[in-house]
């Protein structure tokens, strides 16, 4: 099985192309080829499919081999790779949460509009009905889905954070019967925050796309920020316009081959 390894802002991705051939893959496959001990390693598996609808459709596991619905990162590197073998500037990457409209843009940057976020407690999902942008957990966060569950809290100091305990204990909490994903945000101006992520079923990663853009949401609906926002991650920043006109997020962002390999 040929792969390639690509990374947006460090958040990075093993990525095999099954558009023409079917790849049967276990749990147990992912969960070793993900190994960054004993596999390649990785924060996210990808894996191409045909689709009937779109330029691709993008299959998201988690190194512990469980299914995601979303990944912002992994949509620009696969956007790329569509783009690069086109000749286009814009396709669309289907995923199991919809339809992402990709582009180039200025920089050689790709551009991904994620959708329109998701609010209400049903959505999320939460276990019973609750005002998403106040949950009742010691921090006061915010709730928001962007093809996946994320919890925003907003912090005095992203530099005190516990991002481990505090982010493992949130994801796994009763209140998430998918669990979720936990970002801290320290709010550095009206067009400048910072954030750190832990990701359900990986845990710290460098960058989150669908995170910063939970991120964005979570901050102007708290009247926090303007509409179009920088995100620094550890791995680097995203630009994230919440726009205004038809409520869709659109996310901006570099992509970076490492390499190719060959599982044998």
Known sequence: ??????????????????????????PQDIQGM?????GVGCDQFIVMEPSHVADVFMRIYNPDGSEAGACGNATRCVADIILTETGRDQCVVETISGH???????????????GEPRLLWNQIPIT?????LHLPLSGDPVAV????????????????????????????????PQKTN?????????????????????????AC?????????????????????????????????????????LMTGAITYVFEGRFF
């Open 1 to 26: 099985m040929i792969f390639r390894k690509m990374h947006g802002l460090g958040n990075d991705f093993i990525i095999l192309d099954g558009r023409k051939n079917p790849i049967p893959l276990t």
């Open 209 to 249: 796309g669908s995170g910063a853009c939970a991120v964005g949401v979570a901050a102007i609906r708290r009247g926090l920020t303007d509409r179009d926002i920088t995100v620094s991650l550890d791995g680097g920043d995203l630009r994230i316009h919440w726009r205004e006109t038809d409520g869709h997020v």
């Open 145 to 176: 889905n962007m093809g996946n569950p994320h919890c925003v809290f907003f912090v005095d100091d992203l530099d005190q954070v516990d991002v481990t305990t505090w982010g493992g204990s949130v994801e796994k909490d009763a209140l998430f």
């Open 128 to 132: 019973s009905e609750m005002d998403t």
């Open 34 to 38: 993900s190994d960054r001990r004993r």
């Open 100 to 114: 992402l409209p990709s582009r180039w843009v200025a920089g050689g940057l790709i551009e991904v509009d994620m």
């Open 182 to 206: 936990v970002e801290f945000v320290q709010i550095l101006s009206r067009t400048h925050v910072r954030m750190r992520v832990w990701e359900r079923g990986a845990g710290i990663t460098q």
